[in-house]
């Protein structure tokens, strides 16, 4: 059972809209039933998030001239229902070692973790159009992915198309004060080890979990050459460093005398270089693309390419190729790893029929390549040991040398190619009052398939003061490799609304979703938003 209650203020200046002030509250309470039925994990969440903005910090404001604003953005995500399903002598214990043990301690875990998202004081048009700035923590977002530091961002424009940008400062990290951990590097667990004892032969301190790195400060820097229009092109050259500072676990598993060695010199975390552009003519159509060169692991990290063509004013054509390679921060263990690139190439189409009716296709392929072939490498193992059919039934010893000859041999690594079939079919009628969306999916492949289709419908009654919703969804999966999992899954949600005014929205809804491995599930979720603007 969940219940969710979000509630947004929004109070603005009525004149010039010199400072804006931005708040939004949920609430949650539901569980998360193991499929085994052995295990509930109770939740009662709180997500709050509170803005400010100030405009036009230098009084009144005219275009071209320089204008300056200082904007920030604070997120609390809590959950009460942490340690919840915790009794006796365990209570307590996910989010505090010294409770039965350590047995149930989660590290990094906090009830009412806060995330200062976002705050900085900016600068633009400054010195006759030429200067642009940012001081605080802010968000950089391109071709290499979503990134946050606290720092300082320069940006000068010349009125020959160019911008160029530089900024430095500290990658935001998990662990650290008002930070979260959702910009850096994937493959690192980090974070705060307060808490842990500083001497590493005794419970509690790092030789317990030393997968579970220290954060410490990360110093960044970045460039970019990006076009300033003409309006219909843009393109941007950009290029990021981030190292790793403070001390890293550098094993698994503690010494026999309980300890574990470290490395604390600096080193490097990312070390990137990415260029994307798009072409848009609204009587034509469009061209993007994009690469990105990962100069640690010395390989091309992905590119994307993708044309658009407006056929006439009710169709638009596409095709798409997405090419991605896993990489990973430097220190992380997953760079000892092999890990190949997944590829999907498809082809889209989109058609007005009329101003009501519309429906969309999109389809293609997904590439998975594996180095060695997974089902003949371990065979292929056992044969090399003198151990036929082991697969499974034994361990073998990683420093035998006819099994390290053998995973070794380029022979035996030879790239192979998985392909998956993806489908989507899309149809749409609405007016003013009334919508109604069919949808359906397929992914289909050696190594199983997942197919299903929703409907949904809404109704607005009374000037959409009212509104009345509905949906349906049927599911299919299965995976070879687990047979027992497959299951076909029927849900079903129903919901009403209701809308006073401009300041305010309310809605409730009822879903109850069925298959054989958990049961019956069902959900109550309460919405309500409310606006006021002074």
Not at 236 to 244: K, W
Not at 492 to 521: C, S, T
Request: glycine content about 14%.
């Amino acid at each position: 059972m969940a219940c969710l209650l979000p509630c947004a203020l929004v109070p603005r200046s009525a004149a010039a809209a010199d400072f804006e002030v931005e708040s939004t509250t949920g609430v949650q309470a539901y569980e998360v039933a193991s499929p085994w039925g052995d295990t509930n994990i109770e939740r009662r969440r709180l997500l709050q998030t509170l803005g400010l903005a100030v405009y036009n910090l230098q009084g009144d404001s005219a275009p071209g001239e320089a204008d300056y604003s200082a904007t920030v953005r604070l997120r609390l995500d809590a959950d009460f229902g942490i340690n919840g399903h915790l009794d006796g002598a365990q209570r307590g214990g996910e989010t505090d070692y010294s409770i039965d043990g350590g047995s149930r301690y989660i590290p990094g875990l906090r009830e009412a973790p806060i995330d200062l998202m976002y705050a900085y004081v900016e600068g633009r048009n400054v010195a006759g159009g030429w200067l642009g700035f940012r001081v605080g923590r802010q968000y950089v977002s391109d071709v290499l992915g979503w990134w946050s530091f606290d720092g300082a961002l320069l940006r000068v424009t010349t009125p020959y198309y160019v911008q160029l940008e530089a900024y430095g400062g500290l990658e935001q990290r998990g662990g650290l004060p008002l930070s979260t951990s959702r910009f850096e590097q994937q493959g690192i667990w980090r974070g705060s080890h307060r808490g842990f004892g500083d001497d590493r032969t005794q419970p509690g301190s790092a030789a317990d979990f030393p997968s579970y790195q220290a954060s410490d400060l990360a110093p960044a820097f970045g460039v970019a050459l990006e076009s300033a229009g003409p309006s219909f092109v843009h393109g941007r050259l950009t290029y990021r460093r981030v190292y790793n500072l403070g001390t890293s676990v550098t094993q698994q598993f503690p010494d026999p005398g309980g300890g574990v060695r470290t490395s604390d010199a600096s080193r490097i975390s990312q070390d990137r270089l990415g260029y994307a552009a798009n072409i848009n003519k609204p009587d034509l159509g469009g061209l993007k693309g994009g690469v990105t060169y990962d100069f640690y692991n010395q390989l091309v990290g992905s590119f994307y390419g993708g044309l658009e063509v407006y056929a006439g004013s009710r169709v638009t054509l596409g095709a798409d190729v997405d090419y991605f390679v896993p990489t990973f921060d430097a220190d992380s263990i997953w760079n000892w790893f092999t890990h190949d690139p997944i590829t999907t190439i498809t082809g889209r189409a989109a058609v007005d029929v009329t101003r009501e009716i519309d429906v969309a296709a999109w389809g293609g392929t997904r590439m998975w390549i594996a180095e060695g072939n997974p089902e003949e490498f371990g065979a292929g193992q056992c044969e090399a040991v003198n151990q036929p059919g082991c697969v499974g039934a034994t361990s073998l010893d990683p420093n035998d040398g006819a099994l390290r000859d053998y995973a070794r041999d380029e022979k035996n690594r030879a790239a192979t190619i998985s392909t998956d079939v993806l489908a989507n079919l899309a149809g749409r009628y609405r007016t003013r009052t009334t919508s109604v969306e069919l949808r359906g999916m397929l992914q289909t492949g050696e190594r199983g398939r997942r197919t299903g289709a929703d409907l949904s419908g809404e109704k607005r009654l009374s000037g959409q003061r009212y509104a009345l919703g509905a949906r349906m969804s049927l599911y299919n999966w299965e995976d070879p490799l687990r047979p027992d999992r497959g299951a076909t899954s029927f849900g079903y949600v129903l919901g009403a609304g209701y809308r006073p005014g401009e300041v305010a929205d309310f809605k409730i809804e009822w879903e109850h979703d069925m298959n054989r491995l958990v049961g019956q599930r069902f959900r109550v979720v309460g919405l309500m938003n409310l606006r006021v603007a002074p």
